[in-house]
Structure formats: structure tokens, C-alpha cells
């Protein structure tokens, strides 16, 4: 079975500063899809970036980026300039290729942007 | 363009009732999903559906069951209620599998007494 773990519960960031979320994966596969979610206090799940597997470059949206290490089977998000709306709760996410409908999440880490 | 929308928001039942929770979408999406959400855990998915008809289990099935009569409808029932199953659910559609983004749902509180 795949397990996707965060170790951060929760964390904190002063408004503009950058913030590094961690998440490692465990599995046998080796191609699969990894996720970043957003769970902001309005409950409603939103996605923030994906990575492909076999893509080594690591995927880019605005202020949002990872750090895709396969060997290492980790997965960090990095967040520049954070923003009070970035504060929520952040899920990592796997998806194997084979099984491209079961999605197994992390426990999420809970961010807080301070002003 | 609603998006994702969840019938009831919230609901209390006691100790074997049985209720469905309705998930319906607009915007054409063959896949469809239900999650569960408990304290300090990810989502874990419980059903879901590749196409009007079909159904397949996820990592929690038992306690539940699906249908798939219309495309634009997921439903998820539970036939006896148990305190176990007090969670919040959601309910995700997406255009494909795989790395084709799911949109989900506000949420339904569930509370099992």
C-alpha cells in the first residue's frame, strides 16, 4: 500500500516570507502522480500543483513550486511571498499510474501566514 | 456553472438509520468520487465511478454503497448508520483519471449519535 506522510502538523509564516511544506511518499511504483491540495477554512479542496513522475523538472504555478526528489521519494512545497489567503490546511497527495483513480493523502499540515 | 455540489450540508442521524448523500455536477465529468475526511487523517476514498453505471470500490468501502444512474449524479448511502461513520464527506468529479485535477465538493457534516 502507499503511504504519504507529512511530518509538519503545523506551521507558520510571517505575510511575504517563504514557507516549505514537507511530504514523503513510500512506494514500489515507478511512475505515478504527486498532488498538492489546499483546504482553506471554507472546507472546499483545491488544487494547487501536480508533478508527474517521470517529469524531472519540477512543476511551477506563480508563487507555488516543488522540489521533486524521486529518489528520496519526497515531495516539498514551497510557497514565496506568502499571502493571509494561503493560510489552510495542505495535503500532499499520491496516485499510482496503474491505479489512476485511488488518491491516498497525507494527514495535512495546517499553515498560518501571520501579518 | 455550479461546480460540485453537495446535498445535505450537514446532517445528525442516530445508530442505525439509513440516509443518501447526494453529489451532483455540471460540468460533464465521467469521473466522479466520495472521500471521507476524519481528525488528523487525509481524505481517504471511499467509492467511485468511472462512467454513468459503473462503480468500483476505494480504501474504505465497507459501510457504504454507490450509484451511478445519471452522469451528472454520485450518490453514497448508508444503509445502518454507525457512530463510526460520523465524518465530513466529500464528493470530487473529474474529466479523466490520473493526473487530471479533481474538483470537489463544499462537504457534508456527518454526525452519527
Known amino acids: 500500500a502507499q503511504t504519504v506522510t507529512q511530518s509538519q502538523p503545523e506551521m507558520s509564516v510571517q505575510e511575504a516570507e517563504t514557507v516549505t511544506l514537507s511530504c514523503t511518499y513510500d512506494?514500489?511504483?515507478?511512475?505515478?502522480?504527486l498532488f498538492w491540495y489546499k483546504q482553506p477554512p471554507s472546507r472546499q479542496m483545491i488544487l494547487v500543483i501536480r508533478?508527474?513522475?517521470?517529469?524531472?523538472q519540477n512543476a511551477t504555478e506563480n508563487r507555488f513550486s516543488v522540489n521533486f526528489q524521486k529518489a528520496a521519494k519526497s515531495f516539498s512545497l514551497k510557497i514565496s511571498d506568502s499571502q493571509l489567503g494561503d493560510t489552510a490546511m495542505y495535503f500532499c497527495?499520491?496516485?499510482?499510474?496503474?491505479?489512476?483513480?485511488?488518491?491516498?493523502f497525507g494527514a495535512g499540515t495546517r499553515l498560518t501566514v501571520k501579518p | 456553472n455550479a461546480g460540485v455540489t453537495q446535498t445535505p450540508k450537514f446532517r445528525v442521524l442516530k445508530t442505525g438509520q439509513s440516509m443518501t448523500l447526494l453529489c451532483a455536477q455540471d460540468m460533464n465529468h465521467e469521473y466522479m468520487y466520495w472521500y471521507r475526511q476524519d481528525p488528523g487523517m487525509g481524505l481517504r476514498l471511499i467509492h467511485y465511478s468511472v462512467g454513468e453505471g459503473t462503480t468500483a470500490k476505494g480504501e474504505v468501502p465497507d459501510g457504504y454503497n454507490v450509484s451511478r444512474l445519471k452522469k451528472q449524479n454520485f450518490l453514497l448511502g448508508l444503509e445502518s448508520a454507525a457512530p463510526s461513520q460520523t465524518s465530513v464527506y466529500f464528493c470530487?468529479?473529474?474529466?479523466?483519471?490520473?493526473?487530471?485535477?479533481?474538483?470537489f465538493g463544499d462537504g457534508t457534516r456527518l454526525s452519527i449519535l
Open positions: 470530487a468529479s473529474s474529466y479523466g483519471s490520473g493526473h487530471q485535477p479533481q474538483h
Open positions: 497527495a499520491f496516485m499510482k499510474h496503474s491505479n489512476n483513480n485511488d488518491m491516498r
Open positions: 508533478q508527474e513522475a517521470y517529469k524531472q
Open positions: 512506494t514500489s511504483e515507478s511512475n505515478y502522480y
